[in-house]
């Protein structure tokens, strides 16, 4: 059973660009999480989507971020005009069930904008 | 409002030294606590949990002790090795979302 894969890896964009996030759930996950760890700090929540619904956006800025979870596809977490305060890693974590249960996380995309 | 105050690092320890990682928490209700580790290049994977006071979380010689009297979840291991090194996380979950504390860097040194 493969584990939570996240793509790219390493993202490079330059300031106004957008960047998209991918990120594959393990297999029979239908809870998805996004977290931002800026350099030094620890691990902050961005969201929290069940498939087709948003269920806790609260950690996300009010602007310029977005976050999806389709019936098909990969969760996407969509950063658009990007400043260089947005350089961080982003995670994404998963679980089968919600709240409560250990949650699985994946790689991370480092995101770097110039 | 919920939040969780590790000790910060960087720790530097020697082979076979002990370890204490402190964490203290705020939380409304009785939230369940959790230590996370992660390795370089990595993400993060869950190391231990305890789910109601006085439960005691443990794995890979790592322990840790649900203290509601302290609201505390102090990790320790008895002997640390060199492949320990990595940074440590300590969480709760509240209502709909993980807190997680700023991590505490450990290296551990032959």
């Known amino acids: 059973n493969a584990g939570v894969m996240q793509n790219p890896r390493h993202l490079v964009r330059r300031r106004g660009q957008e960047a998209r996030l991918r990120c594959s759930p393990m297999?029979?996950?239908?809870?998805v999480y996004w977290y931002r760890q800026l350099p030094e700090e620890g691990l902050k929540f961005m969201v929290y989507?069940?498939?087709?619904?948003?269920?806790?956006e609260s950690g996300m800025p009010k602007e310029r971020f977005s976050a999806e979870f389709p019936k098909e596809g990969p969760s996407i977490l969509r950063i658009q005009q990007v400043v260089r305060g947005d350089s961080a890693a982003y995670f994404c974590?998963?679980?089968?069930?919600?709240?409560?249960?250990?949650?699985?996380f994946g790689p991370g995309t480092r995101l770097t904008v110039l | 409002g919920n939040s969780v105050t590790q000790m910060e690092g960087p720790v530097t320890l020697s082979e076979e030294a002990f370890l204490t990682i402190n964490c203290t928490y705020t939380?409304?209700?009785?939230?369940?606590l959790f230590w996370y580790v992660q390795y370089p290049g990595e993400g993060l994977q869950l190391l231990l949990k305890?789910?109601?006071?006085?439960d005691k979380g443990s794995n890979k010689g790592f322990e840790a002790t649900y203290r509601k009297e302290t609201t505390s979840f102090h990790l320790e291991k008895g002997s640390v090795q060199v492949s320990d090194s990595a940074v440590y996380f300590c969480?709760?979950?509240?209502?709909?979302?993980?807190?997680f504390g700023t991590g505490t860097s450990l290296t551990v040194i032959p």
């Open positions: 305890a789910t109601k006071a006085d």
């Open positions: 297999k029979g996950h239908s809870h």
């Open positions: 989507l069940q498939k087709e619904n948003i269920i806790d």
């Open positions: 974590a998963s679980s089968p069930l919600g709240l409560d249960n250990e949650q699985f």
């Open positions: 939380a409304t209700g009785y939230p369940s």
């Open positions: 969480a709760l979950i509240s209502g709909n979302q993980f807190y």
